[in-house]
């Protein structure tokens, strides 16, 4: 990668890539704007009728009362769901036709969220609605959206509680029964129901391959269960299951107990070092909360759990869902880690109009995480972000305790082979974020990111330079971590090299001084050829008034140089000067 190009700055409330990665919907105000991906060319717009009940405004900005969400469906033809949630109101729209598709009703209690439902290319268009109070969700056909089929009583509400298996065949949620949680299990066919009982689940996910369930308890327990599509239960996973002391002999029970002859103490059984290791690594951390977040890799033969106690563990499949690995972040970083320390002041000396590479960090390092603070209702410890790579080869992980590292573990294993302690997953590449102090917006987000930390992270899909290389008889096994650290104008990213080391990178955003451009939120198109960066809005303004820019990677080869600039004279190469900053009219 030989640089990046950088669009002039938009005013929005949100946005979102179409899966065709051609095509850029955002809403500002009570619009919807449809843009051209590569050049940000408005290519249709749509104004939204307001509900009856919304209060009259002289400017006509209903975005404060409205609060729109909007989300596309992950099929062609990529229809756009833009819902009023406060006013019981969603409208469908055709991104190729003029007009509105559709209007739905949410119901009279209200909806919290909605989205789509995940059902392949040949399913219909349905579109999932989650009531307040966990009432029901609700599945809107758009061939009958007056007639609504309902899940009662699911436990959570959208982004958690349900998954859709990969070719949309199945939908699994978290439901609630009678003080009991249960697992419904939907043919999304015929959404005939097979349900499995359990106890306080805190989310599902399917594996890639669509042969896997995952299901995993809530704070309370570390317990991680694996299911078949059909229900059967394949295995439970506790690593601290163990670790409960027996309960202490009351007075009557020591006085009723008579003497015995002492029984030959049983042999332990005869463990390896490894085994042993990993034994006193389990046992060693306080047994309190449980799983943070779960990761498939994406073949679907392994499983990352990534705990509160700030482990990862790995599970594979071919070990029947055993645990073949466990790694976390040292108290003392030493070769053969590669660690990289991002330069202070980067931002500030480049004005946003370069790239910067990392510097390396001498070896050993000391580590020191937070203090936890456990009457905080979220404390900063455990492994909030976990990620693997398209290739499944590595694994980004970012352990709250350490808020300005970020991990990156190599992942060599193969369920072909046997795991050894060559092949095992280790530590490879540590990078350490300047801890700049957070800045004054207040549209800065309060959460594990804010305050100078991880606010994000993504991989860049593995067909971003595989398609125009291999016209030339080269291929690439490069991967690319893009990460939003701290509130600086600018992102970070480590790419893998040939000789294993890697590159890490600071690249900045060049928007105009008095524009503050916090960028909190990244999403990639699938293609891998644009980068969508968002930002909170700044001091003084309106609800629904944040910013957003697209980045384009620029490659060394000559095909893709000649499709970026096609149309794109008003990017900004960062090796360049100058930037239009927020030109658009909305009205147009």
Not at 105 to 128: K, T, Y
Not at 257 to 276: F, I, S, V, W, Y
Not at 351 to 370: A, C, M, N, Q, W
Request: aromatic fraction near 8%; charge should be negative; proline fraction near 10%.
């Amino acid at each position: 990668m030989a640089s990046w190009e950088l669009s002039p700055l938009y005013r929005h409330a949100s946005s979102v890539l179409l899966p065709d990665s051609h095509r850029l919907v955002s809403i500002h105000k009570d619009r919807v704007v449809l843009r051209n991906i590569q050049t940000l060319q408005v290519l249709r717009t749509w104004a939204l009728p307001l509900p009856a009940s919304a209060p009259t405004r002289s400017s006509g900005d209903p975005g404060p009362s409205l609060n729109l969400n909007l989300t596309v469906s992950p099929c062609a033809p990529f229809l756009i769901l833009v819902a009023a949630l406060k006013h019981r109101t969603a409208w469908v729209i055709h991104p190729d036709h003029e007009g509105l598709h559709a209007r739905l009703d949410v119901g009279n209690e209200g909806a919290v969220a909605v989205e789509w439902a995940h059902l392949g290319p040949e399913g219909e268009p349905v579109v999932l609605s989650w009531s307040a109070h966990h009432l029901r969700l609700s599945l809107f056909r758009l061939a009958d959206p007056g007639n609504a089929l309902s899940i009662v009583n699911p436990k959570h509400s959208h982004p958690h509680g349900y998954s859709f298996r990969p070719d949309g065949a199945f939908l699994a949620v978290l439901e609630r029964h009678h003080s009991r949680d249960v697992i419904g299990i939907y043919s999304t066919s015929a959404w005939s129901l097979m349900r499995d009982p359990n106890s306080d689940l805190a989310d599902v996910a399917w594996s890639p391959c669509g042969r896997y369930l995952a299901a995993w308890s809530a704070v309370t327990d570390y317990t991680l269960h694996v299911f078949t599509p059909d229900g059967r239960l394949l295995s439970t996973f506790s690593p601290y299951s163990s670790l409960s002391p027996p309960p202490a002999p009351t007075a009557s029970s020591r006085a009723s107990r008579k003497p015995a002859a002492p029984a030959p103490p049983p042999q332990p059984p005869q463990l390896g070092a490894h085994d042993l290791s990993r034994r006193e690594r389990s046992t060693a951390p306080y047994v309190g909360l449980g799983i943070r977040t779960v990761a498939w890799a994406p073949g679907g033969e392994w499983l990352a759990v990534g705990g509160w106690d700030g482990k990862v563990r790995v599970l594979s499949r071919a070990g029947r869902w055993a645990v073949v690995a466990e790694v976390g972040l040292p108290a003392r970083v030493v070769e053969p880690v590669v660690a990289w320390r991002e330069p202070a002041g980067w931002v500030e000396k480049t004005r946003g109009k370069g790239i910067v590479s990392f510097d390396s960090l001498p070896l050993p390092h000391s580590l020191t995480p937070l203090a936890p603070n456990f009457a905080a209702p979220v404390p900063k410890i455990g492994i909030a972000k976990l990620l693997w790579s398209s290739s499944g080869r590595w694994i980004a992980a970012w352990d709250a305790a350490h808020p300005h590292l970020v991990a990156i573990y190599t992942f060599p294993l193969s369920s072909d082979v046997a795991p050894s302690p060559a092949s095992r997953p280790r530590l490879h590449t540590l990078l350490v974020h300047s801890a700049a102090p957070a800045s004054a917006s207040p549209g800065a987000s309060a959460g594990a990111g804010s305050g100078g930390g991880v606010r994000a992270l993504a991989w860049q899909p593995a067909g971003a330079r595989r398609g125009s290389e291999e016209e030339d008889g080269e291929g690439s096994d490069e991967e690319t971590l893009v990460m939003l650290v701290g509130e600086k104008k600018g992102l970070t990213l480590w790419r893998s090299t040939g000789d294993g080391a890697g590159v890490a990178e600071c690249v900045g955003i060049p928007a105009p001084a008095d524009v503050a451009f916090p960028a909190s939120s990244l999403s990639f198109a699938p293609d891998g050829r644009s980068l969508l960066l968002s930002a909170p809005a700044g001091p003084g303004a309106a609800a629904g008034e944040e910013t957003f820019c697209v980045a384009y990677p620029v490659y060394d080869y000559d095909e893709m140089r000649e499709a970026e600039e096609d149309g794109a004279g008003e990017r900004t190469r960062l090796s360049e000067d100058g930037l239009v900053a927020d030109g658009i009219d909305l009205g147009a």
